[in-house]
């Protein structure tokens, strides 16, 4: 019987293509799948760069314009990774021709951005996802098990932040990433969006509304002017009854990639820290916290891997991401989170951004 093969076709090529690139080379030969995938190829803007990347990520052609990405008929699936100024026009003509697309996070720039994005993926017969991939972290999965099951019992308290340090140095360059126009928002969108998604997917609650602040320390950089926050701080209501707080930013000196989340329930408790990814603590009734070596064959994704005890890294969670999408195409599933899971992700940001602005709560619609 012949395998059935989709071709994938990547826009952009740098951080994030890198690992998307790694992600589709490797997921087939660990994971039984339904469809496998084919890196048909990658686009970007300069013909010399992106045919360097293809050479070296092991895509079998180049294209320099998107639009004739989508175009071609041995491409089945979009996978976006420019910054997020571009999403929406991308994902949008890749729906609309029919084509499954993958999409980095934040899905959009602006709450119109993501709603026209959604109302897209609503209307098309092809599947999308967006590309939130601490959800694949095992210890992770395995944390939202918990809750489901009910271990934790009631939850009461979520708290999740999201620390970095990568521009501390105020004559770091203006990068994309502090340019507004390119990427809508600062922390509060590159980081901060990661833990609201992953507080909502362990606590299976949403937010309901957020009361936020937010900060820019370094206001001028070689390159020109900041126009987006430099960490962001909020706390919300979640429509379980949980109370949370968020806190993201990228002037935490010494923090590397600390994505931490902790939720209190009436039952027990349970902690993670991405700079010890293959661990989970949990407490359950009055017991103090346990170490889990997140690493056992019976643990989420880890049985593809190797033996207990030899610890995942960070560009797997984008192998089971790729998984999982694969996955739904596959079986015709929903991939999970939706572009209206990213939607709803987008709200919240934007409910933040205007608390920041006028100093009062906001509902989150």
């Known amino acids: 019987m012949t395998e059935e093969r989709l071709g994938v076709g990547m826009v952009g090529y740098a951080f994030m293509g890198r690992v998307h690139s790694q992600a589709w080379r490797s997921v087939a030969a660990f994971f039984d799948l339904p469809v496998k995938p084919?890196?048909?190829?990658?686009?970007?803007?300069?013909?010399?760069?992106?045919?360097?990347?293809?050479?070296?990520?092991?895509?079998?052609?180049?294209?320099?314009?998107?639009?004739r990405l989508i175009e071609r008929d041995d491409v089945q699936i979009i996978d976006i990774c420019t910054p997020g100024d571009s999403?929406?026009?991308?994902?949008?003509?890749?729906?609309?021709?029919?084509?499954h697309v993958l999409c980095e996070k934040p899905l959009a720039n602006t709450v119109?951005?993501?709603?026209?994005?959604?109302?897209?993926?609503?209307?098309?017969?092809?599947?999308?996802?967006?590309?939130?991939?601490?959800?694949?972290?095992p210890a992770v999965a395995l944390a939202r098990k918990l809750v489901a099951e009910g271990r934790l019992g009631t939850i009461r308290h979520v708290r999740a932040q999201y620390l970095q340090d990568w521009i501390v140095d105020p004559e770091f360059p203006l990068v994309w990433r502090l340019r507004k126009e390119l990427a809508g928002s600062g922390a509060l969108g590159?980081?901060?969006?990661?833990?609201?998604?992953?507080?909502?997917?362990?606590?299976?609650?949403?937010l309901t509304g957020v009361s936020g602040l937010t900060e820019t320390f370094i206001k001028d950089r070689p390159g020109g002017e900041v126009t987006v926050d430099d960490a962001a701080l909020f706390f919300g209501r979640m429509d379980g009854g949980a109370v949370a707080s968020f806190e993201a930013t990228?002037?935490?000196?010494?923090?590397?990639?600390?994505?931490?989340?902790?939720?209190?329930?009436s039952d027990g408790s349970l902690s993670f820290d991405f700079e010890a990814m293959n661990e989970l603590w949990v407490s359950e009734g009055d017991a103090g916290f346990t170490r889990i070596l997140v690493t056992e064959p019976?643990?989420?994704?880890?049985?593809?891997?190797?033996?207990?005890?030899?610890?995942?890294?960070?560009?797997?969670?984008?192998?089971?991401?790729?998984?999982?999408?694969?996955?739904?195409?596959?079986?015709?599933?929903?991939?999970?989170?939706?572009?209206?899971?990213?939607?709803?992700?987008?709200?919240?940001?934007?409910?933040?951004?205007?608390?920041?602005?006028?100093?009062?709560?906001?509902?989150?619609?």
């Open 298 to 365: 019976e643990h989420p994704y880890v049985g593809a891997w190797w033996p207990p005890g030899h610890g995942l890294g960070y560009e797997h969670t984008f192998t089971h991401e790729i998984r999982d999408f694969l996955e739904a195409i596959g079986t015709g599933a929903e991939p999970s989170p939706s572009f209206a899971d990213g939607l709803r992700v987008q709200r919240v940001l934007e409910a933040v951004e205007a608390s920041a602005a006028d100093g009062c709560y906001k509902e989150i619609p």
């Open 112 to 137: 119109a951005e993501a709603s026209a994005m959604a109302s897209a993926a609503a209307a098309s017969t092809a599947k999308s996802m967006v590309a939130f991939n601490y959800r694949r972290v």
């Open 250 to 265: 990228r002037f935490a000196t010494g923090r590397k990639n600390s994505l931490r989340i902790e939720l209190n329930g």
């Open 38 to 67: 084919s890196m048909t190829a990658v686009c970007g803007r300069s013909a010399a760069d992106v045919k360097l990347a293809a050479d070296r990520f092991g895509w079998a052609s180049v294209e320099t314009d998107w639009r």
């Open 87 to 99: 999403h929406a026009e991308i994902a949008i003509a890749a729906l609309e021709a029919g084509k």
């Open 190 to 206: 590159d980081i901060g969006a990661h833990i609201i998604d992953t507080a909502q997917f362990i606590s299976g609650q949403l």
